[in-house]
């Protein structure tokens, strides 16, 4: 496996990664791995996710055995239970990896009453992130949250109610992806402003069009236009390299609230730098999933 980043080790530090049993997740794992981290996988099926953990354990030997966790990100009182058992298991947290996310072939409504791509790729990021702050202050300065985002924020727009997401009058599942892609760079945002004097850094990234599974439950449309893109695409594991890069960056302060590509800071919509958007954003989000503001 090629790693040609400039990345320091990370032995001893333990990094929490969602979406790991496949695609981005589990190249990222293998590479994390084999720079030493203690990895927490979280997986929504523990066949898939065993899988993955002898997937990383055949890449990464001599690194600890990774610990498997289970939880279906779509539903709060999974991410509320999932945040529960990290909290009472482990004594810090040094990197957070909020890579789950999905794209269907249709509006789906959640058992919650959101819109499917709003609840898994936004909504279970803000509540663990927020869940998980103490675990991050516990690891000090240097402790970092990485979220997945896409270039397709540039034409997501955030709606103010579950039900106008919902509507498919006003929405399909690709723009229902979006919206959530533009909400992780808000959130990103939002969290540099609020933990800028704790010394934990937030940034977010676009991996690329990648060979992936993330397609694979998309609309006959996009499954067509990503057949076509196939010999353009990246592999996972180049996808990959921007998180692990991120999660090693020495200056991670100077990137503090940043979108990568190719692992370079890269440009954003005009809709993921603005302030009112921003608060917005969190406002909407704290009551949508009971967070404190």
């Not at 966790?69 to 990896?97: C, F, K, N, W």
């Not at 449309?221 to 010999?231: K, N």
């Not at 960056?249 to 990568?260: D, I, K, R, S």
Request: hydrophobic share 45%.
């Amino acid at each position: 496996m090629r790693i040609d980043f400039a990345a320091g080790s990370l032995r001893g530090r333990i990094v929490l990664l969602t979406g790991a049993s496949a695609g981005i997740g589990l190249a990222a794992a293998r590479q994390l791995a084999l720079l030493g981290a203690h990895l927490i996988l979280v997986c929504r099926d523990a066949g898939r996710g065993e899988q993955a953990r002898a997937a990383v354990r055949l890449a990464a030997p001599e690194a600890p055995t990774p610990d498997l966790l289970l939880a279906d990100l779509a539903v709060q009182a999974e991410v509320h239970r999932l945040s529960d058992e990290i909290l009472a298991r482990y004594p810090r947290l040094d990197v957070l990896i909020n890579n789950a996310g999905v794209l269907p072939n249709q509006l789906i409504t959640t058992a919650d009453g959101h819109e499917l791509c709003w609840a898994t790729n936004h909504l279970a990021p803000f509540i663990l992130t927020n869940r998980l702050l103490p675990l991050l202050e516990a690891a000090g300065p240097g402790a970092r949250i990485i979220t997945v985002a896409s270039e397709a924020h540039w034409i997501g727009e955030i709606e103010a109610t579950a039900a106008a997401r919902a509507n498919a009058n006003r929405s399909s599942a690709f723009t229902a992806y979006c919206d959530s892609k533009l909400a992780n760079i808000l959130f990103t945002k939002a969290l540099a402003d609020r933990l800028e004097l704790t010394g934990i850094t937030a940034h977010c990234l676009h991996p690329g069009i990648v060979r992936s599974n993330l397609w694979s439950h998309s609309s006959w449309l996009l499954r067509l236009l990503m057949a076509g893109a196939q010999p353009f695409a990246r592999s996972c594991e180049r996808a990959a390299e921007t998180i692990t890069h991120l999660a090693t960056l020495p200056e991670a302060a100077q990137a503090n609230g940043h979108y990568f590509k190719n692992k370079r800071v890269a440009r954003v919509s005009s809709r993921a730098t603005n302030r009112a958007e921003i608060h917005r954003l969190w406002r909407i989000s704290a009551e949508e999933t009971g967070i404190s503001e």
